[in-house]
């Protein structure tokens, strides 16, 4: 913003704290003035003269209010110009720090030393702020920079698959377009999971009643086909559960959480469960699935954006990696969480948690 020139902080406080010591002093000088001019005494000079006491205060008392006065008004400005610089100190220090930030420069602390005090307490919650933004601009990095890598494989592969077929005109075309096709579907699968989910972060969708129970219900009705081509057995059951949100983004996240505990199951003989259920104010949706046992640590990470906990050989599922970043999403958008947990046995049991619509 372009703003005037005018007056800084430290000149207005310096004229200030002068001006308030002026007013002060001279509230004090005038009312000894007004005591002294009360009473229309006189005195004498000279034995048997006699002056008014209105001409003595005004020869002897008004220089000594005047020098008075000015010492105050140097004293005021000087001593304000001092103080005013030394608390105004930490405020170049924040600014310097906005101004390096407004560059670019985000790794940059004020760490203002000292006992807190309010300014103190703006440099801290400067601090904090910049921490949050690097962490975020960094994740958004990371994000970007996994996206265009996961978006240029699909289409590298295209490009290879084409090379190969214009090199080799004898080549069987109809497998050159089936696997084109598969690459091509994963790379419209890749930017349809990118776009949900920053729909999901603009948080911009319509609100209605939603029953997760229903959710549910229909999630595992379409997965159905999923389950039996994996061997997996399908279990639903609890109670309506009413949030309010989005009814396609609540399915999309039933249907990521389902389809992973599908696909990420044992190679046989797998049981997956899915229940909802209302606590306090808390609608909470649980599904469990048996599997490989899983590592706590690894467990923590898996909702991060791009992230495959391990390589699969045993399933022909390629999945993008975005399926519990977008649950995630969701569920922040609706003011709620998504809980991950391994199971003693093997497997996993993530838990959604969303506010229970009243
Ligand atoms: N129910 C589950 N049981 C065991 N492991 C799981 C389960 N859900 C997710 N995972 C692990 O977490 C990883 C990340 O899951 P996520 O859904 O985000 O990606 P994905 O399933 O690999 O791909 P997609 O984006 O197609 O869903 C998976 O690769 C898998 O290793
Ligand atoms: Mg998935």
Request: charged share 20%; glycine share 8%; net charge neutral.
């Amino acid at each position: 913003m372009n703003r005037p020139p005018g007056l800084s902080v430290r000149v207005k406080l310096t004229l200030s704290y002068a001006g308030f010591l002026m007013v002060a002093g001279g509230v004090l000088l005038g009312t000894v003035w007004a005591l002294l001019l009360r009473d229309y005494q006189v005195v004498s000079a000279r034995p048997g003269e006699f002056v008014p006491v209105r001409s003595v205060v005004v020869h002897v008392y008004a220089p000594a209010t005047a020098a008075v006065l000015l010492f105050l008004l140097v004293f005021g400005l000087v001593g304000g110009w001092i103080l005013a610089g030394r608390m105004l100190a930490p405020l170049a220090r924040i600014t310097d720090a906005a101004r390096m930030a407004a560059h670019g420069s985000l790794s940059h602390r004020i760490r203002l030393p000292g006992r807190a005090d309010e300014l103190r307490e703006l440099a801290d919650a400067f601090d904090a702020m910049l921490t949050r933004i690097e962490a975020h601009v960094g994740e958004q990095r990371r994000f970007a920079a996994n996206a265009s890598h996961e978006l240029r494989t699909p289409l590298a592969i295209s490009r290879t698959l084409l090379d190969v077929a214009r090199s080799d005109p004898d080549r069987d075309a109809a497998e050159v377009i089936e696997r084109l096709h598969t690459v091509n579907t994963r790379a419209i699968d890749l930017t349809e999971a990118l776009l949900l989910l920053s729909r999901a972060e603009q948080r911009s969708f319509a609100r209605e009643r939603v029953d997760l129970s229903l959710l549910a219900e229909e999630a595992t009705e379409t997965l159905l086909p999923l389950a039996e081509k994996q061997g997996v057995a399908l279990e639903t059951s609890g109670e309506i559960a009413p949030v309010n949100g989005s009814p396609a983004l609540l399915l999309q996240l039933t249907m990521n959480l389902v389809q992973n505990a599908i696909v990420h199951n044992l190679p046989a003989h797998g049981v997956v469960r899915v229940n909802t259920g209302v606590r306090a104010a808390t609608v909470v949706l649980t599904v469990e699935n048996t599997g490989e046992k899983l590592a706590p640590h690894l467990v923590s990470t898996l909702a991060e954006p791009f992230r495959r906990g391990t390589e699969r050989t045993h399933t022909d599922h390629a999945g993008v990696g975005l399926g519990l970043a977008i649950v995630r999403t969701i569920a922040h958008a609706h003011d709620g969480r998504l809980i991950l947990a391994p199971l003693p046995a093997g497997g996993l049991r993530a838990t959604v948690e969303l506010p229970a619509q009243t």
